[in-house]
């Protein structure tokens, strides 16, 4: 599984819901930080932050839904 943020090749170890969107994203390390953090500087909480699964991980096509970072 690929990070959803575009043009970012890494490996996605963590997903989560952004307040107020439906969609699952799914981040590296890096964009889970960022994200983490300007969610805190809103004053809101990223949604069902955490690693990703096995059957995540081994997913090839990508993520099915993907959101943004």
Same mark, same amino acid.
């Given at each position: 599984m690929k990070c959803s943020q575009k043009e970012c090749?890494?490996?996605a170890l963590w997903?989560?819901?952004w307040p107020g969107d439906a /969609?699952?994203?799914?981040?590296c390390f890096v964009h889970t930080h960022k994200a983490a953090t300007v969610a805190e500087t809103l004053g809101v /909480? %990223?949604?069902d932050l955490r690693f990703c699964t096995i059957?995540? %991980?081994c997913q090839d096509e990508g993520p099915k839904e993907e959101g943004s970072t």
């Open positions: 090749n890494e490996i997903t989560y819901v /969609k699952r994203s799914w981040a /909480k %990223l949604g059957e995540e %991980l």
